[in-house]
């Protein structure tokens, strides 16, 4: 079963067509990496899932969900995490994760604080405002606040931007983890080449809105002759090779 | 508690959370209501030692009544507008709107702390009419509460418009959540009645709800009789402003997943 189906999904601004007529699934416990350059339609697409942004024309299903009827329901049962979408700074980490777990209506909530405290390790400043952490903290508190409804479909944009890394692949090791654990489907939007090869089994090659290419990182490699996926990313983005048939 | 009471109790415990810490932003709540009412209250007091007569004291009740029912309209409205500019102005719409929060659901959180808000602001100002200038609001009898519920109604229909406009065009709409009011304040007959207005402006005055609670204000003070009349025109038309505001809130939020501005807005 696919936990993200999406077919046929534009988005045009005006003159602008930001993202056209992609169509994709993310079966259920997969990983997605969404790999583009800058205003290649990673973030639109990201937006359109979430339905913070409507589509000009296509569809998009989250667990059975229709997102143009039915978003809440999909909603309910979704996050996100994004480093460049802050938290309330004057609130302390326990206080923002209350707020978050009652906009999500987490049951046992209290529980649940204390569950991602000890697993994420935010014990030693969970009752300091979050404006006062430290970029690796704020990193573990956004994915804390994003787990806090214990998500089958979690959309990740950046999630280790600017971190070290140490807590760059701490986080990773965590996700992996709780994916293993949920089999929750997660779609990753990252610069990272390193991370999309570790964590994703799938990757959707994005330019000017479209799909360009797509398969597992390992068959990418394969196709276009490279050894990592920062030379495959620079061969797309600059039209430098296409792709050696199969 | 279910799903939706929940989420609207998630987001007003985000704000009464920032509350709770901050003496500052508790003082700010009632800092103007209070120095409105000092203001007034010796403008008052020196009309009565100037005039030495009860209709200098009816006057005077008139004017403190006209600023203390003013602020509700003002703080209702400034309640709703400044809760939501404090989620764009923390970055923190993105995370409200992925939620499952219904819009209806942020615009009752926002009532919610509104109500809170205007309670703090008013009511230490209310006190103080009462313990320095020997003025009783609650004199008015249980009316007061229709005058109340009237202002509070016109207040939120006049920050909806607010937020609708800044999800429209953005953080160069916030000044208008501070300058609005003060735009219809000489059309809402706070202190005078309506009939003092030029022919011509009058028409503007009686579309708002706001004079008709003046209005009626004026003769429960001065004459001990209670307009219902005009306190149906105030109620009818807040009916219309709640439901144009309300349409418009809709319209714009809706606007604005089509321009993709919710993940946006704030920068």
């Known amino acids: 079963m696919d936990a993200i189906r999406v077919e046929g999904l534009t988005k045009r601004y005006g003159e602008v067509l930001a993202v056209d007529g992609i169509s994709f699934a993310a079966p259920v416990g997969s990983t ?60 302390t980490v326990a206080e923002n994760l209350r707020v978050y777990g009652h906009l999500y209506t987490v049951p046992n909530l209290e529980r649940r604080i204390a569950e991602l405290a000890a697993d994420l390790a935010l014990e030693d400043f969970i009752h300091r405002p979050a404006g006062q952490l430290s970029a690796g903290q704020k990193t573990r508190v956004a994915l804390a606040k994003s787990l806090i409804n214990t998500p089958d479909v979690l959309l990740l944009d950046e999630p280790t931007a600017s971190l070290d890394p140490d807590t760059g692949d701490w986080v990773r090791s965590w996700l992996e983890r709780y994916r293993a654990q949920s089999k929750c489907t997660i779609l990753l939007a990252s610069h990272n080449m390193a991370e999309v090869h570790r964590m994703c089994t799938d990757v959707l090659m994005l330019k000017k809105g479209r799909i360009v290419d797509h398969g597992t990182p390992d068959a990418l490699l394969e196709r276009y002759g490279r050894e990592d996926l920062e030379e495959v990313f620079l061969d797309i983005a600059r039209d430098r090779r296409q792709a050696v048939p199969a | 508690m279910s799903g939706g009471v929940r989420r609207v109790w998630g987001l007003m415990y ?103 808000r205007m309670t703090i602001g008013v009511l230490p100002a209310i006190l103080l009419a009462w313990a320095f200038y020997a003025f009783n609001l609650f004199a008015l009898g249980p009316v007061l509460v229709l005058f109340f519920i009237n202002l509070m109604i016109m207040g939120w229909a006049v920050a909806l418009g607010v937020v609708s406009l800044i999800l429209r065009h953005g953080s160069g709409a916030e000044a208008l959540a501070w300058g609005i009011l003060f735009g219809l304040a000489p059309f809402s007959a706070v202190f005078y009645p309506v009939s003092v207005l030029p022919a011509v402006v009058q028409p503007i005055a ?10 009626g204000m004026r003769g429960v003070l001065l ?37 993709g501005a919710l993940l946006s807005m704030g920068e």
């Not at chain 2, 103007?32 to 209709?55: E, K």
């Open chain 1, 32 to 91: 997605i990496g969404l790999l583009g350059g800058n205003g290649a339609g990673k973030t639109t697409t990201i937006s359109m899932l979430l339905g913070l942004l409507l589509p000009t024309s296509g569809s998009i299903h989250v667990l059975g969900h229709d997102m143009a009827r039915d978003r809440f329901a999909a909603l309910a049962r979704m996050n996100f995490s994004s480093p460049y979408v802050s938290l309330p700074a004057r609130l």
């Open chain 2, 14 to 116: 985000r704000h009464l959370a920032l509350y709770r810490r901050s003496w500052p932003r508790l003082v700010e709540l009632c800092y103007w209501p209070v120095l409105q009412m000092c203001i007034w209250g010796f403008t008052a007091s020196f009309l009565a030692m100037r005039m030495g007569s009860s209709l200098a004291a009816t006057a005077g009740a008139a004017l403190l009544g006209g600023v203390l029912l003013w602020e509700v309209t003002l703080r209702s409205q400034m309640g709703v507008s400044i809760s939501f500019m404090e989620e764009m102005w923390s970055r923190n719409l993105g995370h409200v709107f992925v939620s499952p929060l219904r819009p209806w659901e942020l615009v009752a959180a926002l009532l919610g702390m509104s109500i809170i």
């Open chain 2, 206 to 215: 009686w579309v708002l709800p706001s004079s008709h609670v003046f209005e």
């Open chain 2, 223 to 259: 004459d001990g009789v209670v307009h219902w009349e005009q306190l149906a025109a105030a109620f009818g038309l807040n009916v219309v402003w709640i439901g144009g505001a309300s349409l418009l809130f809709a319209r714009q939020f809706h606007a604005a997943r089509v321009r």
